[in-house]
C-alpha cells in the first residue's frame, strides 16, 4: 500500500510529463516504491500515455469538461492512498533524503485536517535574464477532508460531511521542493486557450478583482504588457478598500503592474498608486520586491536620489520572492543611478556588492576605462 499518492494532469504536454515523471523517479530514489503515481490525460494523446505506461499502471483519460476542480477531484479519486500530492505537469521535484521523505509522510498523517505546502520556484527569463520566483504553496492533503473547487482558478477547500467541516484554516510546511519551468508557456495556441478560458469567466460570472487578476496575470506571462496593465489597473479598482489586508493576491497585482507599467512608459501613473498604497497599506513596506518595483518607477521618473535610497532600503528586507531584489539587483540598480550622474566612487562600491552579477561587473569595468 503507497504511503503517498502523487496525481498529475497533462493535457498535449508529453515531453514535460516525460521530464516531471523522471524528476519524480530521481526525487524519491529507494523510496520511489513508498508511493504510487496517477496520470490523468486530457488530451487524448498516445504519446502521454505511452509516457506514463514507463512509470505507473494508472493511467486514466478523459476529455476535458471545461472544469478543472471536476477533472483533479476525479484524478484524486482513482488513487489508492488518501494522501495526496498534486503536482502540474510542468512542475519537476527536487531530491528529498531519506529522512525528509519520513517526516512528510509523518507530518501528513499527523496534520490530516490540514494542507501542506512546498517549497516551488517558477523559472522564468525578464529581458535576457534567468530570473526565480519562490512561494510557498498547498500541495499536500487528506483526500478525506479537502476537494478542488473553482472552474478556472481551483483551489483546495475544506470538505463539510453530515454539516461538519473537518478541514482547517492552518497549514504544514513540507521538505519538499520543486521547480516550475515556465518557458514552456509561450505558445500562441495555449496562450489563445487560457486566455479564451479567463474571458469566457468573466462573461458568465459577475466581474470580481480575481478575474482580473488572473488575466492580467496570463498577458504578463506572454508579454503583452498594455493587456497587462489595463486588465491589473481594473483589478485594483475593484478591490474594496476594506479588503485589502484580506486579499492575498494584491502584493503581486501591484507589482504586476508596475512592471507593465515600466514597459509600455507608464511610471509616473503607477508611482501614484504606489504612493497611494503605502499610506492605506504601510505593511507593504515590508516587501523587497514592492520597494524594488518603486525604486524602478523612481529612477524612470528621474527621481535619482530616492531612487537610489529605494534601493538601498530593499537590500535591508527579508520579505522577497524574486531572487535579488533584496540584493545584488538592488545594489545594482543603485550603482547605474550613480554611473549615469558622475558619482563614479559610489557606483563602484554599489557594483562591488553585486558579486558576480555579470551587469555590475561591467559597470565596474565601464568605470575603470572613464
Given at each position: 500500500?503507497?504511503?503517498?499518492?502523487?496525481?498529475i494532469?497533462?493535457?498535449?504536454?508529453?515531453?514535460?510529463?516525460?521530464?516531471?515523471?523522471c524528476?519524480?523517479?530521481?526525487?524519491?530514489?529507494?523510496?520511489?516504491?513508498?508511493?504510487?503515481?496517477?496520470?490523468?490525460?486530457?488530451?487524448?494523446?498516445?504519446?502521454?500515455?505511452?509516457?506514463?505506461?514507463?512509470?505507473?499502471k494508472?493511467?486514466?483519460?478523459?476529455?476535458?469538461?471545461?472544469?478543472?476542480?471536476?477533472?483533479?477531484?476525479?484524478?484524486i479519486?482513482?488513487?489508492?492512498?488518501?494522501?495526496?500530492?498534486?503536482?502540474?505537469?510542468?512542475?519537476?521535484?527536487?531530491?528529498?533524503?531519506?529522512?525528509?521523505?519520513?517526516?512528510?509522510v509523518?507530518?501528513?498523517n499527523t496534520?490530516?485536517?490540514?494542507?501542506?505546502?512546498?517549497?516551488?520556484?517558477?523559472?522564468?527569463?525578464?529581458?535576457?535574464?534567468?530570473?526565480q520566483?519562490p512561494?510557498?504553496?498547498?500541495?499536500?492533503?487528506?483526500?478525506n477532508?479537502?476537494?478542488?473547487?473553482?472552474?478556472s482558478?481551483?483551489?483546495?477547500?475544506?470538505?463539510?460531511?453530515?454539516?461538519?467541516?473537518y478541514?482547517?484554516?492552518a497549514?504544514?510546511?513540507?521538505?519538499?521542493?520543486?521547480?516550475?519551468?515556465?518557458?514552456?508557456?509561450?505558445?500562441?495556441?495555449?496562450?489563445?486557450?487560457?486566455?479564451?478560458l479567463?474571458?469566457?469567466t468573466?462573461?458568465?460570472?459577475?466581474?470580481?478583482?480575481?478575474r482580473y487578476y488572473?488575466?492580467?496575470?496570463?498577458?504578463?506571462?506572454?508579454?503583452?504588457?498594455l493587456?497587462?496593465?489595463?486588465?491589473?489597473?481594473?483589478?485594483?479598482?475593484?478591490m474594496?478598500e476594506?479588503?485589502?489586508?484580506?486579499?492575498d493576491?494584491?502584493?503581486?497585482?501591484?507589482i504586476?503592474?508596475?512592471?507593465s507599467?515600466?514597459?509600455?512608459?507608464?511610471?509616473?501613473?503607477a508611482?501614484?498608486?504606489?504612493?497611494?498604497?503605502?499610506?492605506?497599506?504601510?505593511?507593504?513596506?515590508?516587501?523587497?520586491?514592492?520597494?524594488f518595483?518603486?525604486?524602478?518607477?523612481l529612477m524612470?521618473?528621474?527621481?535619482?536620489?530616492?531612487?537610489?535610497?529605494?534601493?538601498?532600503?530593499?537590500?535591508k528586507?527579508?520579505?522577497?520572492?524574486v531572487?535579488?531584489?533584496n540584493?545584488f539587483?538592488?545594489w545594482?540598480?543603485?550603482?547605474?543611478?550613480?554611473?549615469?550622474?558622475?558619482?563614479?566612487?559610489?557606483?563602484?562600491e554599489?557594483?562591488?556588492?553585486?558579486?558576480?552579477?555579470t551587469?555590475a561587473?561591467?559597470?565596474?569595468?565601464r568605470?575603470?576605462?572613464?
Open positions: 500500500m503507497p504511503e503517498l499518492s502523487i496525481c494532469i497533462t493535457r498535449n504536454d508529453a515531453e514535460c510529463l516525460k521530464k516531471c515523471l524528476s519524480i523517479k530521481d526525487a524519491f530514489g529507494k523510496n520511489y516504491e513508498r508511493i504510487e503515481l496517477v496520470v490523468m490525460d486530457i488530451g487524448l494523446t498516445a504519446d502521454a500515455i505511452l509516457i506514463a505506461r514507463n512509470y505507473t494508472k493511467i486514466y483519460c478523459t476529455s476535458f469538461s471545461g472544469n478543472f476542480s471536476t477533472i483533479k477531484n476525479f484524478c479519486k482513482k488513487a489508492s492512498c488518501d494522501n495526496i500530492l498534486f503536482l502540474n505537469v510542468n512542475e519537476y521535484l527536487k531530491y528529498i533524503s531519506d529522512r525528509d521523505f519520513d517526516t512528510l509523518k507530518n501528513i496534520y490530516r485536517y490540514s494542507l501542506g505546502r512546498i517549497d516551488l520556484y517558477t523559472n522564468y527569463i525578464e529581458d535576457n535574464r534567468r530570473m520566483f512561494e510557498k504553496v498547498p500541495r499536500i492533503f487528506n483526500r477532508f479537502y476537494s478542488f473547487r473553482g472552474k482558478k481551483e483551489k483546495l477547500v475544506a470538505k463539510t460531511v453530515d454539516g461538519k467541516k478541514g482547517t484554516s497549514v504544514w510546511d513540507a521538505p519538499l521542493r520543486a521547480d516550475l519551468d515556465s518557458s514552456g508557456l509561450i505558445n500562441p495556441v495555449r496562450r489563445f486557450s487560457m486566455k479564451r479567463l474571458i469566457v468573466v462573461e458568465r460570472e459577475p466581474e470580481t478583482p480575481l488572473e488575466l492580467g496575470k496570463t498577458e504578463y506571462n506572454f508579454q503583452k504588457y493587456e497587462a496593465y489595463k486588465y491589473m489597473a481594473r483589478s485594483i479598482s475593484l474594496p476594506k479588503d485589502y489586508k484580506k486579499i493576491y494584491l502584493e503581486d497585482a501591484l504586476t503592474y508596475c512592471y507599467a515600466l514597459k509600455i512608459s507608464k511610471a509616473a501613473d508611482l501614484d498608486i504606489v504612493y497611494d498604497f503605502e499610506n492605506v497599506l504601510p505593511k507593504i513596506q515590508e516587501s523587497a520586491d514592492f520597494i518595483v518603486k525604486g524602478l518607477l524612470n521618473c528621474t527621481k535619482f536620489d530616492e531612487a537610489t535610497e529605494t534601493f538601498v532600503a530593499a537590500t528586507l527579508k520579505k522577497t520572492h531572487v535579488g531584489t540584493s539587483m538592488a545594482h540598480n543603485a550603482g547605474v543611478i550613480c554611473e549615469v550622474t558622475g558619482k563614479y566612487e559610489e557606483a563602484a554599489y557594483y562591488k556588492k553585486c558579486g558576480d552579477y551587469p561587473i561591467e559597470g565596474l569595468e568605470i575603470k576605462k572613464s
